[in-house]
């Protein structure tokens, strides 16, 4: 195990792991198993007893995350929705909670058609709006739901302001960090009371795997997640938990490259003939661009960005890609593009979609490791076949 004190890219490579004891295996095995031999009844060798409680590679997993969080312990599940789920398995019918109005969409789908019915109720507010998310409270909050940079426009909520809204609420804050990573911004420390990941994208960062994890501060939280991680049951897979180990020893040296690439593409699009309006963390012009630089160690690698000509001129920029995919999710070491309006966002009502701006120009970029020229020099050719009719 490593120490707290050591600094992020150490942790990335080492928190949470140490030689396997029994053969001095230098990474964590695939403890590819379901039970644990027990020395006498109630006896344990280790405290494992079995795999839906708890397994090696998972735990440590777990303390890799947590660390990398700033956190104390993590909670993995075998998704980013099973997380989530996960924390509104801590409330009960009656108890409202805050979303922020663009929540990932799998976010609102499970408050609209899963928690709804069994009377957990939601609204959906700005959050870059502080009176509006004050105002949003009622006595029945227990809990705030934030997420930044929101998907797919990019807004960027103040942790620590509505973390002390939810808390002078009497609320939990919870802070979806998937879009930012460990690496760019730690919602902890500002006051978020658990973090939660979707480690499909920037952890695992390889669109190899499905995987969530929670992280906490907080002891008695941790109990009660724990609990319902075992009692509920969604865990990931001893496989999944080693990939995730071997992404997140990476994950330092791949958000630099994303956040330089992306920065780059960024400046490159703005102003150029075809496009209307770049939506980028980092540039000048962002509406929360200081919130971001204070709040954030880089701006990502995600822009999004509505091209002149709406839908015809989106779909022919994204046929036109070769080096970006035309495909859902992000995070990943190549390149990904999208179409909120058609994919992501499809399920989002059209004028709820107008409001949050979403229109049928807006793509969405993921923008991988791969050299930024080759990058650029494609989103220009299909820039000029988009512009051509
Ligand atoms: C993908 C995503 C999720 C859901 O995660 P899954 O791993 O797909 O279940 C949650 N929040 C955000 C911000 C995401 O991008």
Same mark, same amino acid.
């Given at each position: 195990?490593?120490?707290?004190? $050591?600094?992020?890219?150490?942790?990335? #490579?080492?928190?949470?792991?140490?030689?396997?004891?029994?053969?001095?295996? *230098?990474?964590?095995?695939?403890?590819?198993?379901?039970?644990?031999? $027990?020395?006498?009844?109630?006896?344990? *060798?280790?405290?494992?007893?079995?795999?839906?409680?708890?397994?090696?590679?998972?735990?440590?997993?777990?303390?890799?995350?947590?660390?990398?969080?700033?956190?104390?312990?993590?909670?993995?599940?075998?998704?980013?929705?099973?997380?989530?789920?996960?924390?509104?398995?801590?409330?009960?019918?009656?108890?409202? !909670?805050? %979303?922020?109005?663009?929540?990932?969409?799998?976010?609102?789908?499970?408050?609209?058609?899963?928690?709804?019915?069994?009377?957990?109720?939601?609204?959906?507010?700005?959050?870059?709006?502080?009176?509006?998310?004050?105002?949003?409270?009622?006595?029945?909050?227990?809990?705030?739901?934030?997420?930044?940079?929101?998907?797919?426009?990019?807004? #960027? !909520?103040?942790?620590?302001?509505?973390?002390?809204?939810?808390?002078?609420?009497?609320?939990?804050? !919870?802070?979806?960090?998937?879009?930012?990573?460990?690496?760019?911004?730690?919602?902890?420390?500002?006051?978020?009371?658990?973090?939660?990941?979707?480690?499909?994208?920037?952890?695992?960062?390889?669109?190899?795997? !499905?995987?969530?994890?929670?992280?906490?501060?907080?002891? &008695?939280?941790?109990?009660?997640?724990?609990?319902? $991680?075992?009692?509920?049951? +969604?865990?990931?897979?001893?496989?999944?938990?080693?990939?995730?180990?071997?992404?997140?020893?990476?994950?330092?040296?791949?958000?630099?490259?994303?956040?330089?690439?992306?920065?780059?593409?960024?400046?490159? %699009?703005?102003?150029?003939?075809?496009?209307?309006?770049? *939506?980028?963390?980092?540039? &000048?012009?962002?509406? $929360?661009?200081? #919130?971001?630089?204070?709040?954030?160690?880089?701006?990502?690698?995600?822009?999004?960005?509505?091209?002149?000509?709406?839908?015809? +001129?989106?779909?022919?920029?994204?046929?036109?890609?070769?080096?970006?995919?035309?495909?859902?999710?992000?995070?990943?070491?190549?390149?990904?593009?999208?179409?909120?309006? #058609?994919?992501?966002? +499809?399920?989002? &009502?059209?004028?709820?979609?107008?409001? %949050?701006?979403?229109?049928?120009?807006?793509?969405?970029?993921?923008?991988?490791?791969?050299?930024?020229?080759?990058? *650029?020099?494609?989103?220009?050719?299909?820039?000029?076949?988009?512009?051509?009719?």
């Amino acid at each position: 195990m490593s120490g707290e004190n $050591q600094k992020f890219a150490t942790r990335c #490579i080492h928190a949470g792991q140490s030689p396997d004891p029994t053969t001095g295996a *230098i990474m964590t095995p695939i403890y590819q198993t379901s039970t644990y031999v $027990q020395t006498s009844p109630g006896e344990f *060798i280790e405290n494992y007893d079995y795999s839906r409680s708890a397994n090696p590679t998972r735990t440590a997993l777990e303390a890799n995350v947590a660390s990398l969080e700033g956190g104390r312990h993590g909670i993995a599940f075998a998704s980013g929705v099973a997380s989530l789920a996960a924390c509104i398995h801590l409330l009960k019918s009656g108890d409202h !909670v805050l %979303l922020c109005d663009d929540v990932y969409g799998g976010t609102f789908r499970m408050f609209n058609n899963v928690f709804a019915q069994l009377g957990i109720e939601f609204s959906r507010v700005d959050m870059t709006d502080l009176d509006a998310t004050r105002a949003a409270m009622t006595d029945k909050t227990k809990l705030v739901w934030l997420e930044t940079p929101t998907n797919p426009t990019l807004k #960027i !909520v103040d942790i620590e302001a509505v973390a002390q809204i939810a808390h002078d609420g009497g609320a939990l804050c !919870v802070a979806d960090n998937t879009f930012a990573s460990p690496y760019l911004q730690n919602p902890l420390a500002l006051g978020a009371d658990i973090v939660s990941h979707s480690c499909t994208k920037y952890l695992g960062g390889h669109s190899d795997l !499905v995987g969530g994890i929670l992280v906490t501060a907080d002891a &008695d939280l941790a109990d009660k997640l724990h609990y319902v $991680q075992n009692a509920v049951g +969604a865990v990931p897979a001893p496989m999944d938990c080693f990939l995730l180990l071997r992404s997140t020893k990476t994950l330092h040296v791949r958000m630099e490259r994303h956040c330089e690439n992306a920065e780059r593409i960024a400046e490159w %699009l703005t102003g150029r003939k075809g496009i209307n309006k770049v *939506i980028y963390p980092g540039l &000048d012009n962002h509406p $929360q661009h200081k #919130i971001a630089t204070r709040q954030m160690r880089g701006f990502g690698g995600m822009i999004t960005m509505t091209l002149d000509g709406g839908l015809p +001129a989106s779909r022919r920029f994204l046929e036109s890609l070769q080096v970006f995919s035309l495909a859902e999710s992000l995070g990943g070491v190549e390149s990904l593009v999208e179409h909120p309006a #058609i994919m992501t966002h +499809a399920s989002v &009502d059209a004028d709820k979609r107008a409001a %949050l701006g979403i229109d049928d120009g807006l793509v969405r970029l993921s923008c991988g490791i791969e050299d930024a020229d080759d990058l *650029i020099a494609d989103i220009e050719q299909a820039l000029d076949a988009a512009n051509a009719v």
